[in-house]
């Protein structure tokens, strides 16, 4: 086996290795964020921890009714994630259809 060959299986080997143990990394930084995802209140839980006033959905620590409302892993994910606007608090979860 010529040494140009040797090179290139090390360094193809290296690469896959690399490739693998990035997916890896990946998938469980997915995996953490689905599960902080899931441990967040529903909005009818949220609600319920609210005073009641009727004055609608409030952040619990600064009081802003400006909400946004982003997908756990793209924009079009029907998993939201609603944080406070304006100190940026995460909220609630919801999930559309
Ligand atoms: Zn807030």
């Not at 693998?20 to 998938?27: L, M, Q, T, V």
């Not at 839980?45 to 009081?63: A, M, N, V």
């Amino acid at each position: 086996m010529s040494v140009i060959a040797i090179i290139i299986l090390v360094v193809g080997l290296a690469y896959a290795f690399h490739c693998f143990f990035s997916a890896n990394r990946i998938e469980e930084s997915e995996a953490r964020a689905l599960a902080d995802w899931e441990a967040l209140p529903t909005i009818d839980q949220y609600l319920e921890g609210t005073d009641g006033s009727g004055r609608g959905c409030r952040c619990t620590k600064c009081g802003s009714n400006s909400m946004r409302n982003r997908g756990l892993f793209s924009s079009a994910d029907p998993r939201r994630q609603f944080n406070c606007n304006h100190c940026g608090t995460v909220l609630y979860r919801n999930t559309t259809a």
